[in-house]
């Protein structure tokens, strides 16, 4: 909606756009619009109190109808304009054809026929769950990139949900054992206990299990939402409870995706996606460990993959500058308890595209679809 420069003092400006081919929506057009909804006598009270320098406690009532922002009037050409800029591409500035997506355009489309489809009930969980679920089926249908994309989004929520929760019980033990802890012996003590705990939970399984066999045996009613949910890291939780219910995901998430992973990997390449620590590299691991015992398995994930791993990040974010990070103190092959770190879920910012659409008038406070609805698919 602006350009942005830097003039000669090295110093930000900012000029409102103009009207451009090859870009739908321009701030010109944006502030035109705006401007015809305001009448002279909002126009010539909103600059006095400009001019004063200060907000006049009995104008807010008057001038909140025509500014404030989360009032949007649906019959306004300014509410076309926001919906056409919501439904250009990502990238306004972009011009090379090959680099051009709708991403944003095809997830509000997509979110809306989900929510067509449950009762007219905007629930961005729902759709979210129904892309992992599909998977790669969307391959062969229309806005397939969009809808992958949400796929790895939600494939890797739950993987470093799972890791997260492995993690906190091994913070979670070392408090419990006030003291600093033989990392071998820690680690050793550590995945007797959880191996305990999954054994107990499948049918005719035993340490000595190869990774295969156990993967075997686990119960298909141990479906990932299920087991994502059955996480909790309170202070009164059981250590091995968790890490067991993080194992139970990450066993389920390779079951699940293990015929998806290969063709996903690429996906991602492709679109720059792949960070390090990603599901895709986590499951590749397990797939290389199929044939080793269930017991050194989950010995040496919890050592590589959790100790190993949080000390090398936190190791890197102290080398850029950033705030120290350690949860436990290396040293010598002892480890030393600093602070727990309960798994946290992340913000796909649906939340604020919500906002957005209960702004402009297409969900109402009830969270259900209105009339404008329509307005929008049609686009």
Known sequence: ??????????????????????????????????????????????????????????????????????????????????????????????????????????????????????????DWHLFILQAYEKKLVHSEIQNSATLVGWYAYKFNEYYQYACGAIFWAVLQQLYLNQN???????????????????????????????????????????????????????????????AKNGFFLLFRLYLENRDSIHALKEFMNRREMIREGNMIDGLFYLEAAESETLENFVYQFIL???????QMVALRKMGNGSQATHKFILEDQFIRFIDTFPPRATSPRMVALGNLLSDLQVIGSDGMLTPKHEIILSQ
């Open 1 to 122: 909606m602006v350009a942005v420069a830097i003039n000669s003092e090295g110093k930000e400006i900012y000029k409102v756009s103009l009207p451009h081919p090859r870009q739908k929506v321009s701030g010109k057009q944006l502030a035109d619009a705006f401007d015809q909804t305001l009448t002279p006598v909002v126009r010539d009270l909103f600059y006095h109190n400009i001019k004063k320098g200060r907000l006049q406690e009995l104008d807010i009532p008057v001038l909140i109808q025509y500014f404030a922002i989360d009032k949007i009037d649906s019959n306004s050409p300014e509410w076309l304009l926001y919906v056409s800029m919501l439904m250009d591409k990502d990238d306004p500035s972009q011009e090379l054809e090959d680099r051009i997506t709708f991403h944003r355009r095809n997830t509000i489309l997509e979110l809306l026929m989900t929510a067509k489809s449950n009762g007219n009930k905007l």
């Open 304 to 310: 590589r993959k959790i100790i190993n791993r949080h």
């Open 180 to 242: 600093d802890e033989y990392l071998p012996e820690f680690v050793t003590d550590l995945t007797k206990s959880v191996i305990e705990e999954l054994v107990k939970s499948v049918e005719n399984t035993n340490p000595g299990n190869t990774l295969k066999e156990f993967l075997s045996f686990i119960p298909e009613k141990l479906q990932e939402e299920d087991l994502y949910n059955n996480i909790e890291t309170k202070g009164y939780s059981n250590p091995e409870e968790v």
